[in-house]
T-cell receptor, first 114, second 112 residues
Framework: DAKTTQPPSMDCAEGRAANLPCNHS???????VYWYRQIHSQGPQYIIH???NNETNEMASLIITEDRKSSTLILPHATLRDTAVYYC???????????????FGKGTSLLVTP | DAGVIQSPRHEVTEMGQEVTLRCKPI?????LFWYRQTMMRGLELLIY????????DSGMPEDRFSAKMPNASFSTLKIQPSEPRDSAVYFC??????????FGQGTRLTVV
């Protein structure tokens, strides 16, 4: 699986949009970009994933650049409960020989402040 | 659905003792993953199963660690003998083949 690079930490004011970047310059054409987060002492939680198109769900939006070498997770209106470590993961598709296990890096620690 | 269920939530044991961690995946899921998390090393994938068959155990640190999945609704991770450096939070996750993974609440293991 391709590796990802994320800033170690970010701050965001409550109510503002949080934009979390991720670089994955060695991503393969069939690999997906996944985002998970981990709130303190809990198991990781799925947020969103995409292949090449931008995606949006009730939690966040995912913007993937046209060359697919980077992406941005957007939390449109951050709340204090969004304080967590956010992981960007590149994952092989189901059925690939390399498997599709999630390999977590160090992630970005997002602190949402009042 | 109750989600992925792990037991126990907390375990304190003495060095040299056998420890067994348990996981019940979400019904209908056919892939199961075991992770270990420490401050120093972050989240590490230990092993994963597809349809109860171990696919990749390259993350298992040494022979003291073993994992089994006797059926689709149960998996165990065993450490024998345990050592203080095994102290960590152990997570189990399950997924339908290729879809998003759901994680349990973890087992916090302390070996003294």
């Amino acid at each position: 699986d391709a590796k990802t690079t994320q800033p170690p930490s970010m701050d965001c004011a409550e109510g503002r949009a949080a934009n979390l970047p991720c670089n994955h310059s060695t991503i393969s054409g069939n690999e997906y970009v996944y985002w998970y987060r981990q709130i303190h002492s809990q198991g990781p939680q799925y947020i969103i994933h995409g292949l090449k198109n931008n995606e949006t769900n009730e939690m966040a939006s995912l913007i993937i650049t046209e060359d697919r070498k980077s992406s941005t997770l957007i939390l449109p209106h951050a709340t204090l409960r969004d304080t967590a470590v956010y992981y960007c993961i590149v994952r092989a598709p189901a059925g690939s020989n390399s498997g599709y296990a999630l390999n977590f890096g160090k992630g970005t620690s997002l602190l949402v402040t009042p | 659905d109750a989600g992925v269920i792990q037991s126990p939530r907390h375990e304190v044991t003495e060095m040299g003792q056998e420890v067994t961690l348990r996981c019940k995946p979400i019904s209908g899921h056919n892939s199961l993953f075991w992770y270990r998390q420490t401050m120093m090393r972050g989240l590490e994938l230990l092993i994963y199963f597809n349809n109860n068959v171990p696919i990749d155990d390259s993350g298992m640190p040494e022979d003291r660690f073993s994992a089994k999945m006797p059926n689709a609704s149960f998996s165990t991770l065993k450490i024998q003998p345990s050592e203080p450096r095994d102290s960590a939070v152990y997570f189990c996750a399950s997924t339908v083949f290729g879809a998003k993974a759901f994680f349990g609440q973890g087992t916090r293991l302390t070996v003294v």
